[in-house]
């Protein structure tokens, strides 16, 4: 399956390929890595089928402080609800 060898070079031609700028030291650390690894037999023992990743657009960190502030509020509400219920179900119980 694997038809080029994993080296330095590669790599690097497959990240800027991928529009990313290849960092020399976590080049060589990946390749140093993936020495002894058989690539073709971890493809074939990948308990799920392989298929061409799908790149998600980043959210910029604003927007990701927005969606984490977002998502405590949910929580924050959640457990609004759930102590209303509390409330509710102690005074059926106690009258």
């Not at 998502?71 to 509390?86: A, D, F, G, L």
């Amino acid at each position: 399956m694997a038809k080029r060898e994993i080296n330095e070079e590669n790599v690097k031609k497959v990240l800027e390929a991928a529009g990313i700028e290849a960092n020399d030291i976590k080049v060589k650390a990946l390749v140093a890595a993936l020495k002894e690894v058989d690539i073709d037999e971890v493809i074939r023992s990948a308990a799920v089928p392989m298929a061409a990743p799908v790149a998600a657009p980043a959210a910029p960190p604003a927007e990701a402080e927005k969606e984490e502030k977002k998502e405590e509020k949910k929580e924050e509400k959640k457990e609004e609800v759930s102590e209303e219920e509390i409330a509710a179900g102690l005074e059926a119980l106690f009258g």
